[in-house]
């Protein structure tokens, strides 16, 4: 079955400095690869996806992840992290066309941003 | 943006009732899921379902829990007899198809006292 690791529970960073938060998955074919974000009080949002391709995958609010399959790692990074990014994120993978179809989420990291 | 709406935002129960959590999904997405998540915990998947079928479930999704689409629109996730441990956020998810991009609700949190 698929799982996911998110190494950091907790990281902090300055606005403006750079970030790239961990996630290695565990699949034993190709995996559907995600990246959200929650905002307290608030549902998930889909900041970006992977299925097939280029390995480095644009998504939203200026994050970009890469998929490393010889590492089972999709970081995500951002180059200039903004106050309004301080959200716990999640990486999940999801099965491919033909397995089932349930994700497993990571347990999250939290992103503080300090001023 | 597509958007999955949910009510109540807050429930709050005494053990051993009946709670029924509400989801509108998106039109046209015909693939639907619930997730929990516990305070503090991942996000847990609990169910898929599509064509008025349970596609698949996880082993949470024990004989207190029912989903169903009463009106073939609305979706639904239904406790039938409420642990405490049932406290948690409960997120619908919708998608347009199996290996679309899943939209979440906003959640409900479910308090059971």
């Known amino acids: 079955a698929q799982s996911v690791t998110q190494p950091d529970i907790h990281i902090t960073v300055s606005e403006g400095a750079s970030l790239e938060l961990r996630c290695n998955y565990s699949?034993?074919?190709?995996?559907?690869l995600f990246w959200y974000v929650q905002s307290p009080g608030q549902g998930l949002q889909l900041l970006l996806k992977?299925?097939?391709?280029?390995?480095l995958v644009q998504g939203i609010k200026g994050f970009e992840a890469e998929f490393k399959r010889s590492q089972s790692s999709f970081n995500l990074r951002k180059p200039s992290v903004h106050w309004s990014d301080a959200a716990e994120y999640f990486c999940?993978?999801?099965?491919?066309?033909?397995?089932?179809?349930?994700?497993?989420f990571g347990a999250g990291t939290r992103l503080t941003v300090k001023p | 943006e597509p958007e999955v709406t949910q009510t109540p935002s807050h429930q709050v129960t005494q053990m051993g009732q009946e709670v029924i959590l509400r989801c509108v999904p998106i039109?046209?997405?015909?693939?639907f899921y619930w997730y929990r998540q516990i305070l503090g915990q991942k996000v847990e998947f609990l169910v898929s379902?599509?064509?008025?079928?349970?596609?698949?479930k996880s082993e949470i999704f024990d004989d207190q829990f029912s989903v169903e689409r009463p009106d073939g629109s609305n979706f639904t996730l239904k406790i039938r007899s409420t642990k405490l441990e049932d406290s948690a956020m409960y997120f619908c998810?919708?998608?347009?198809?199996?290996?679309?991009?899943?939209?979440f609700g906003p959640g409900t949190r479910l308090t059971v006292l």
């Open positions: 998810a919708n998608s347009r198809d199996y290996t679309d991009t899943q939209y």
């Open positions: 379902f599509y064509n008025n079928e349970i596609s698949e």
């Open positions: 999940a993978v999801g099965a491919t066309l033909f397995v089932n179809n349930d994700m497993r």
């Open positions: 992977y299925f097939s391709g280029d390995t």
């Open positions: 039109s046209n997405h015909l693939y």
């Open positions: 699949y034993g074919a190709t995996p559907y």
